[in-house]
């Protein structure tokens, strides 16, 4: 095992990140830029090196990184699951540099981001994949490929780019809704004027999202931890996270196994998400292979008490797996949300401020995974998350009933948050009875629009801020 790990991201992963490393005996530096110079993340590591002024390009720049581990110490960088846990040219960087690497070798790295690369892979090793089709040509010829997909499976089509995060895909309802989005693509996603990589899948309406978590060590042994719900998404953002997702045990086995089979396909070692896409018929279709942490792992986590992060340090390090599949039983129910700085009355727009009050639940049953603390000046450059919740229970009642326990007992002052959006959708019938599919949240426009009315501990806090302002009570009795 290594003496110094470089934590190459911000916020709650990072702590996340430190908090595993120390239980292993690894010293950690956490790396931060001046415009965030206020996050926690900085202060949870052993050391911490600003490498600049940002905000959000020092943490994107692989010279940089790279230049912090060398320069502090460190024998190996966890990327965390920013934009570097999966770039294989910054992987490659990384072994040329003397430094291990928290995650995929370049080449999965490299099979696992190109979709159509990944596709190909797929359809060799038998995984069921979505019907689509191989690049689009420029021009005119693309359009004339793309209508006639269209003509022959039907609409929805979605669009899609190989390569690359943003722009997400897009979808089309119709011809003209389909050349429209094949030209916004071709110019959203080729600023440089290099021509993008585009390709067309069937829609499926109202189908579910479903994760399988693995691990993988260095000789060849790979296990999956179960299956995680994350269909309920809204404008392309994961809203929540459940498991067990509810499947028959023969569609799970299936399912699981096939996970299996696309990580041994592009070569994964350590830790991977595979995820699926699961019609009204229960045909499964791969959606795409991550090789790195997510944020839904807390889901696992909850449910067969393994540190996902602890066991992909270690495999990093070279040791193998130290369990079987056999020995991996989940037990009970978890479900994990982002409570992030957004504004659902605002289409979910980004917001910024200062933390006024912060009161967060606790007790048996409830964890929290966040950067944010009173007085906290969130900025708007990053990431709008300040805190996961995930919960768990013996059944699955009593895990929404802690849910809505949870979200209770927050209080956050200062700036608009997600937590309103949250609380009317706990009390949706439906989410009691797992009716899940990934339109679920946009057929229901009313948990949007209502602004929630401030709590008598946030009133008491803007009065308690007031009169500290002042030097004095204007409302006070003047008898």
């Not at 570097?84 to 995650?103: K, M, R, T």
């Not at 990944?118 to 089709?133: D, E, F, K, Y």
């Amino acid at each position: 095992m290594w003496n110094k790990l470089l934590v190459a991201d911000r916020g709650e992963i990072a702590i996340r990140i430190v908090r595993s490393a120390r239980e292993l005996g690894v010293q950690t530096i956490a790396v931060y830029e001046e415009a965030d110079r206020m996050s926690r993340h900085i202060n949870s590591a052993d050391e911490a090196i600003c490498i600049g002024t940002g905000p959000e390009k020092d943490y994107r720049d692989p010279d940089r990184i790279i230049q912090a581990a060398l320069s502090t110490g460190a024998e190996a960088i966890h990327p965390g699951h920013g934009p570097l846990s999966e770039d294989p040219s910054f992987i490659q960087a990384c072994g040329n540099a003397g430094l291990s690497f928290v995650g995929p070798s370049p080449a999965t790295a490299y099979n696992a981001t190109d979709r159509l690369i990944c596709r190909q892979i797929m359809q060799n090793a038998g995984v069921p994949v979505i019907p689509g089709t191989d690049v689009l040509p420029p021009d005119r010829r693309g359009e004339r490929d793309a209508l006639r997909f269209a003509e022959a499976h039907g609409y929805p089509i979605v669009l899609k780019q190989a390569t690359g995060r943003p722009p997400g895909p897009l979808t089309a309802s119709s011809s003209r809704e389909l050349i429209h989005c094949l030209d916004k693509l071709r110019h959203d996603s080729s600023p440089s004027g290099k021509e993008a990589r585009i390709f067309l899948e069937e829609g499926i309406a109202a189908c579910r999202h479903i994760e399988v978590q693995l691990l993988a060590d260095r000789r060849g042994n790979v296990v999956h931890l179960g299956i995680r719900d994350c269909s309920l998404r809204l404008q392309g953002q994961r809203m929540l996270a459940f498991g067990p997702a509810e499947l028959p045990p023969d569609l799970a086995e299936r399912i699981s196994g096939d996970a299996v089979a696309a990580a041994q396909a592009v070569g994964n070692v350590n830790t991977a998400s595979v995820g699926f896409l699961l019609d009204n018929r229960q045909n499964h279709y791969f959606l795409g292979l991550t090789p790195r942490i997510q944020a839904g792992h807390t889901v696992t986590e909850a449910l067969t008490g393994l540190d996902l992060v602890r066991e992909q340090i270690r495999l990093a390090a070279g040791y193998s797996l130290p369990f079987a599949q056999r020995s991996i039983q989940p037990r009970g129910h978890a479900l994990e949300l982002p409570i992030r700085a957004q504004d659902p009355s605002d289409g979910f727009r980004r917001q910024r401020g200062t933390v006024e009050t912060y009161q967060s639940p606790g007790g048996h049953g409830i964890r929290l995974d966040g950067t944010i603390y009173q007085g906290y000046e969130h900025p708007p450059f990053y990431d709008p998350l300040l805190v996961k919740l995930t919960v768990y229970g013996h059944s699955w009642n009593e895990a929404v009933d802690r849910l809505h326990r949870g979200l209770e007992g927050f209080h956050i002052q200062g700036l608009p948050t997600t937590l309103s959006f949250y609380r009317r959708l706990v009390q949706d019938p439906e989410l009691r009875k797992r009716i899940f599919h990934t339109s679920f949240l946009e057929n229901r426009p009313h948990l949007l629009q209502h602004r929630e009315e401030p709590s008598e501990l946030t009133r008491l806090a803007r009065l308690l801020a007031e009169i500290n302002a002042r030097g004095d009570n204007p409302y006070a009795s003047l008898d």
